[in-house]
């Protein structure tokens, strides 16, 4: 018996039961369905946290403070202040840093603002005109902030979509009207446009103003704070080795700050933010996938039943097409192919029903943000490739056995 007969064999036998093929298939269909929407989610994530922080800039460092030490307790990164405008400054004009295309200051601090009856707790940035293309940030009215504004220490802001939103509604432009920090009025001269959430926190919750403000306006240039920056971005130029101008740009700080031992700030790109949140990302994704696999396991092991059952109610066929001249590894082939088209049959509606799950989650919204699936071909060939194999693996049992029946037993059997 040729692969071609014994196929015609295997689907004539699953047609003869249908309602118990169908039962049989259904453990994989949940199987494969969960496996996919699940792995959709994550891989969904994946691709958004990418995508959000690759929206932050291009070819980016950023450099921060390095972390306190109290009671030999070691506190995160960034809770020292000792990175200030002037190490921007001096890494703006270092002739050390040839692959360093821009450099932006970022100080931060989260104030309550107030306009009219309104007010909300926003974070205010105090940033340089280089910010917006550095950072990649849209005016979707009015103008970001100047160099003639850093100059004159102007009291003016550029507004976040939803700090915009929330001070004076949809129907009235936030433009040449004045919001209140810390008891100070601030013309209004720009708002951006949305960006949504980033690893970097809601980039739409933001108010910014000029640097120079932010030090003696909000802040006192001679205090701690007022000398400190929380980021300096560095933008290095496109094709450059991000790994040498990062130590370029350690080196710098390195002499300035007369280090020695251990460095008092870190720089990192965003490479590396990347990598780390795939790799946490991937192995969500990963457990995910573990915990749709069960479903599988458990319809690998309905399919190994149920062909036990089948072997039982087909014994003296068997043993008739044993008496004809079936060889062994006819009747091996023919249960196989049954529990593979089980299997197989199974993956596919289970691919359809995940492929499905997925659209329709990814019509969800999750604060405001819709929940992003992505069905990538890996992950529809491990879906079904593993569905086949479970059915390959758990008819192997049945089809030996039913392989290594005695023809003379089996016609005798009732």
Avoid: C
């Amino acid at each position: 018996m040729n692969l071609l007969e014994s196929l015609k064999v295997s689907l004539r036998a699953l047609a003869a039961h249908k309602m118990r093929s169908l039962l049989t298939m259904l453990g994989i269909v949940i199987g494969v369905a969960a496996v996919i929407s699940l792995m959709s989610i994550g891989r969904g994530v994946e691709a958004s946290i990418t995508e959000r922080i690759q929206g932050m800039g291009s070819n980016l460092l950023f450099v921060r403070p390095g972390a306190t030490t109290t009671g030999g307790v070691r506190a995160q990164q960034g809770s020292s202040a000792t990175l200030t405008v002037q190490d921007a400054k001096a890494l703006a004009s270092s002739t050390g840093l040839p692959s360093i295309v821009q450099v932006a200051p970022e100080m931060a601090a989260f104030q309550q603002i107030v306009a009219g009856r309104q007010n909300v707790r926003s974070r205010i940035m105090g940033v340089g005109p280089e910010y917006a293309a550095l950072r990649n940030f849209l005016v979707a009215e009015g103008e970001f902030i100047t160099q003639q504004n850093m100059d004159a220490k102007s009291l003016v802001a550029v507004l976040g979509s939803n700090v915009a939103f929330n001070l004076f509604g949809p129907d009235n432009s936030p433009l040449g009207q004045f919001i209140r920090i810390r008891q100070r009025n601030f013309r209004v001269i720009g708002v951006l446009a949305s960006k949504g959430g980033t690893s970097m926190g809601m980039e739409d919750d933001m108010v910014i103003v000029p640097l120079t403000t932010m030090q003696t306006r909000i802040y006192s240039a001679s205090s701690t704070q007022g000398n400190s920056v929380g980021t300096i971005y560095l933008q290095v130029a496109e094709g450059a080795d991000i790994a040498a101008a990062k130590e370029e740009a350690a080196q710098v700080l390195r002499e300035r700050h007369r280090i020695t031992a251990e460095d008092d700030f870190t720089i990192t790109s965003q490479e590396d933010i990347i990598g780390t949140l795939r790799q946490v990302t991937q192995t969500m994704t990963l457990f995910l996938g573990a915990i749709a696999g069960i479903s599988l396991l458990v319809g690998g092991i309905g399919i190994m039943n149920i062909m036990l059952v089948s072997i039982t109610e087909r014994t003296r066929e068997i043993g008739i097409r044993k008496a004809v001249g079936a060889k062994r590894r006819d009747i091996l082939l023919q249960f196989l192919i049954e529990s593979a088209m089980l299997s197989l049959t199974g993956g596919l509606v289970g691919l359809a029903l995940g492929w499905g799950g997925s659209v329709l989650l990814s019509t969800v919204n999750l604060s405001g943000q819709p929940l992003r699936t992505t069905v990538s071909p890996d992950i529809i060939i491990l879906a079904i490739g593993v569905s086949v194999a479970i059915g390959l693996f758990f008819g192997i049992y049945p089809a030996s056995r039913a392989a290594s029946l005695d023809p003379i037993e089996a016609l005798r059997y009732e």
